[in-house]
């Protein structure tokens, strides 16, 4: 399994930006698809985002379409989660996610896709 480390979270006033990193280690990155999840307070996990193994192709939960973009770089091991115009309602515990596969639409939203996770970083939006 890949081991995962997310960092970049914090306290955000209302839109404001932010960029979360995840670091993988232990085993060849390039071979694995990634995602982003958010669990707020109260509410279930649901998924963000997600990127092929090359980075060429991504998808989006609607809610952050065009305010979110992901995005990685295979020599450093490492996938980005760009977070602009931030609101309240995405305060959330940030995780990234990862699948020794080549994700596609037909995995779309699917959290039980992913069989690698991280702990997680907490991002804070003010009003």
């Known amino acids: 399994q890949l081991q995962l480390v997310e960092s970049g979270g914090g306290l955000v006033q209302a839109g404001g930006s932010l960029r979360l990193s995840c670091v993988a280690s232990?085993?060849?990155?390039?071979?694995?698809?990634m995602g982003w999840f958010r669990q707020a307070p109260g509410k279930e996990r649901e998924f963000v985002a997600a990127?092929?193994?090359?980075?060429?192709?991504?998808w989006y939960a609607d809610s952050v379409k065009d305010l979110f973009t992901t995005s990685r770089s295979n020599d450093k091991n490492t996938v980005y989660l760009q977070m602009n115009r931030l609101t309240p309602e995405d305060t959330a515990v940030y995780c990234c996610?990862?699948?020794?596969?080549?994700?596609?639409?037909?995995?779309?939203?699917?959290?039980?896709?992913?069989?690698?996770w991280g702990q997680g970083t907490q991002v804070t939006v003010s009003s």
């Open positions: 990127i092929s193994t090359s980075g060429v192709s991504t």
């Open positions: 996610a990862a699948e020794r596969a080549e994700y596609s639409s037909s995995c779309f939203g699917q959290e039980a896709y992913f069989s690698s």
């Open positions: 232990g085993q060849t990155f390039s071979n694995y698809s």
